[in-house]
């Protein structure tokens, strides 16, 4: 059984397009996050939800955004694509301890996005 | 601005031998610090943590060693096997913070 998973595993797409991201958690766990792994292979976090709420926005472009229907879902969406949106992006979730953030994150297999 | 440093791209232990991958920090702040691994088209997943009140924590094969005074963490595998080769993060946090992860280093277990 999966425990965190994301579709689709690859994304191509043009310049401009709206793409969405999907990603389900079936831990029961309260947090979940979405990462972004560049070029240069650093992952930086971008968004983090705590039961539907968002508790982390990292300057991120308003074209990203994040909607968590349920705590055990958080996708994201990302309007008018650019080059530099390629990247891999990863969703990850947690059990909430210690105020806002856990930190043994369970991590999704990623997301390919490659903008043309 | 890199908080957490993993100054080694890659690095290639013999099977059976100790692996050692490094880690320095810069945030005094930081208090817990995890090692996650990676291989190729998968997630990182979680290996070992260590808080900063401890300065070494074990789990089978893998130990993380930490010395505050230089901002600096290591995780030790031995001895090495060929699944261990993989790509490592260095990842620290503050509490009620979000986690900075390093660069990576990846690890080529050689037979």
């Known amino acids: 059984d999966t425990a965190v998973s994301q579709t689709p595993k690859y994304l191509v797409t043009q310049m401009g397009n709206d793409k969405s991201i999907k990603c389900e958690q079936n831990?029961?766990?309260?947090?979940m996050y979405w990462y972004k792994q560049d070029s240069k292979k650093f992952l930086k976090i971008m968004f983090s939800?705590?039961?539907?709420?968002?508790?982390i926005n990292e300057t991120v472009p308003n074209r990203f955004s994040p909607k968590s229907p349920d705590k055990a879902h958080l996708n994201l969406h990302i309007n008018s694509l650019e080059l530099g949106d390629s990247a891999v992006y990863f969703c990850?979730?947690?059990?909430?301890?210690?105020?806002?953030?856990?930190?043994?994150?369970?991590f999704g297999p990623g997301t390919r996005l490659t903008v043309t | 601005d890199q908080q957490v440093k993993q100054n080694s791209p890659s690095l290639s232990v013999q099977e059976g031998r100790i692996s050692i991958l490094n880690c320095d920090y810069t945030?005094?702040?930081?208090?817990?610090f995890l090692w996650y691994k990676k291989y190729p088209a998968e997630g990182p997943t979680f290996l070992i943590s260590?808080?900063?009140?401890?300065d070494k924590n074990e789990d089978g094969r893998f130990t993380v060693f930490l010395n505050k005074s230089a901002k600096h963490l290591s995780l030790h595998i031995v001895p090495s096997q060929p699944g261990d080769s993989a790509v490592y993060f260095c990842?620290?946090?503050?509490?009620?913070?979000?986690?900075?992860f390093g660069k990576g280093t990846r690890l080529h277990i050689l037979p």
């Open positions: 831990l029961g766990h309260d947090t």
């Open positions: 990842a620290a946090s503050a509490e009620g913070d979000k986690i900075i």
């Open positions: 945030n005094s702040m930081f208090d817990y």
């Open positions: 260590i808080s900063s009140i401890k």
């Open positions: 939800y705590n039961n539907k709420e968002l508790i």
């Open positions: 990850a979730s947690s059990l909430a301890v210690r105020g806002l953030s856990s930190y043994e994150q369970y």
